[in-house]
RNA sequence: GCCCUGGUGGUGUAGGGGCUAUCAUGUGGGCCUGUCGAGCCCGCGACUCGGGUUCAAAUCCCGGCCAGGGCGCCA
């Protein structure tokens, strides 16, 4: 097993050691994808983050002890391969290497825990447990490219409208918001909380002058579900933005997910195609269904459902039938969102609440806040919730809180729609759900 | 947390009271100069755990753990 010396570098990945170079020396790095030894001729095949080359060696014509070494290669090893580009009619992309000399920096144990070639399928939770082998695989890589993209997509937006971008505590002293599930953890001598979303934080920065703000960080919540679309650790993309309401925070979500597409679509050809993925950039504004039509359609699919309640997964189901990709549910009740949701002036039952849905799934959801102190405070008692537990948080509103408006979305979730996945597991590295902690 | 279904070589599976436990892939060895899911020959490797029923349990029963599907919960 060999370091990696001064002059070994990678001259090419495996897909630029193309036509272009043929007759050239090149040096890859990667590792072994199959290897066929026929006996008087051995095909290797290296993987890199880019592509497949061969390796093809005549055993007449190849150095006795570089032959040995190409023999000793198991698969998935990592080595280093210095050799001349040739063009071959014969060869998988019309190129092959002339191998002048390789190094072998890990040899790979065997048998494998999983196989990487895709010849015989592994369940998702085997996958899981050799994560790092798993994602050796084009298709499983290809969805954390688009994941990327989707990413970077966000910030570049966000960072060109003049969005500041914030990092707020994840540590937090108590579950003062209400509602779901928190994972208690020792502070010191104190007892405290994994954050279950940037909310308050997001809202005293409008306060603070920062007037738009984003963040894109882990969220944590101890539900107990066991679902394809829920995970107790996940990705949630934040924004709030002062002097806007409900309506404007929309058009910049639905600026956003259109961005997204056609970005993804543009720089990430292969990947989706790799995942057979056929992404259809969605024109205009979304379509909006208010709460209370929806209530309607959603019985008019026999799926009982009174007005003032959320959406069971049949009612999701159903709306999602009659819907074509994403959506808007609007002018939600007041009473089943949260104490800092904007009730309607001229019919306070009504909010100025909204979710983002893809077909079933809930991506996003957001709101025009309460800005007014008192009514806040209000609102929290309303919901049973104790206010001079949110002390700190009520005092941002106290001193001067411009009107403001915001959402929250799933990252995980969103990727699963740009992906045609049906388990978000898929689309986290190493996912947190109900039983798995590890690796 | 509830309901349903399941757990067999490294991986994916067949079988379903007494079998030498099926097949593919893999893996170790051998043959082969154009492989590309290479081919051929030989070998290796498994019944989730605990208890019960039975002359006999991988198989039936109970429980645990784990998984798949559905639901609930999800500011």
Request: proline share 5%; net charge negative; glycine share 6%.
């Amino acid at each position: 097993m060999t370091r990696l010396s001064n002059d070994w570098r990678r001259t090419h990945y495996t897909k630029d050691a193309n036509e272009s170079v043929t007759g050239k020396e090149v040096t890859v790095m990667g590792w072994i994808h199959e290897i066929r030894d026929l006996g008087g001729i051995v095909f290797v095949l290296i993987r890199d983050k880019k592509g497949i080359l061969q390796l093809t060696a005549p055993t007449k014509e190849t150095e006795p002890q570089l032959l040995e070494d190409i023999r000793k290669l198991r698969k998935e090893s990592v080595i280093g391969l210095k050799g001349t580009v040739q063009e071959s009619g014969k060869a998988p992309n019309g190129v092959e290497i002339i191998p002048t000399e390789i190094k072998i920096f890990s040899l790979a144990n065997q048998p494998l825990p999983m196989d990487p070639t895709d010849k015989v399928k592994a369940e998702i939770d085997t996958r899981l447990d050799s994560r790092f082998l798993d994602l050796r695989r084009s298709s499983v890589s290809s969805i954390f490219k688009i994941k990327s993209k989707m990413l970077h997509t966000f910030r570049t937006f966000f960072e060109s409208n003049d969005f500041l971008e914030i990092n707020t505590p994840k540590l937090v002293a108590s579950a003062t918001e209400g509602g779901t599930e928190l994972f208690p953890i020792t502070y010191f001598e104190k007892e405290a909380f994994l954050g279950q979303s940037p909310q308050l934080y997001k809202q005293m920065m409008m306060s603070a002058g920062f007037d738009k703000v984003y963040e894109i960080a882990q969220i944590f919540r101890a539900e107990e579900h066991d679902t394809l679309r829920h995970l107790n650790e996940a990705i949630s993309i934040d924004m709030e933005a002062s002097f806007m309401d409900d309506v404007d925070v929309m058009k910049i979500l639905n600026d956003l997910v259109q961005k997204v597409i056609i970005n993804v679509k543009q720089n990430c050809k292969e990947e989706l195609k790799t995942l057979e993925v056929d992404l259809e950039t969605p024109e205009g504004h979304f379509e909006i269904v208010k709460y209370d039509d929806a209530v309607d359609m959603i019985n008019s699919k026999d799926v009982p459902m009174e007005w003032g309640e959320d959406l069971s997964r049949a009612a999701e189901k159903a709306l999602g039938d009659m819907m074509n990709g994403y959506y808007f549910l609007t002018e939600w009740p007041t009473e089943i969102k949260p104490f800092y949701a904007m009730p309607n002036e001229e019919n306070p039952i009504n909010s100025h609440a909204f979710d983002l849905m893809y077909k079933d799934l809930e991506i996003s959801s957001g709101a025009m806040r309460v800005h007014q102190h008192d009514l806040l405070r209000e609102k929290i008692a309303e919901k049973g919730l104790n206010p001079d537990a949110f002390g700190g948080y009520l005092k941002a509103f106290e001193y001067g809180m411009p009107p403001h408006a915001g959402w929250g979305l799933g990252a995980d979730r969103f990727n699963m729609t740009l992906t045609g996945l049906e388990n978000i597991r898929e689309t986290v590295l190493f996912p947190r759900d109900r039983r798995r902690l590890t690796p």
